[in-house]
């Protein structure tokens, strides 16, 4: 059987062959309050493997986001209490009008997921009514993906 090779600079729907984000296989995210504590953050963070953490607000909607490896350096530098609050030092997510907000779902195209990755660094993976975040994707996941997949 013949293996077929598809250019990296082929149409993102050929280099994918149709698959969905649920295709990525993600682990499933865990988000934390906008009142938990950076030493917890980074604890757990660290336990899963993850780079981002999403935070919540009391609702349990995400309005921002820690990066993990920033939140450490200000921690070793003193710059950070370990009993700080994550929101303290979190990116809040921009949530104007002006900005279209890109659903981003486990049935999502990874042609649209790439296409959003191109512009941030990382995408909330939620449910359609975007009530819960189900997983954390980065472009790593899909060059894994990919690799794994031989495409």
Known sequence: MATVSV????LPSEKYR???VEDLQLPPAFALPSSEAISRAIELAYERDFSYIPILDQKRRPIGYVDVAVLKAKWE???ANPSDRVSLYMTKFDRSHSKAYTLITPSSPLADLEEFLRHTIFALVTDRDR???LAVATSQDLENFVSRRGF
């Open 7 to 10: 250019p990296a600079n082929s």
């Open 77 to 79: 530098a003193s710059e």
């Open 18 to 20: 149709g698959a969905v």
């Open 131 to 133: 009530k819960f975040v």
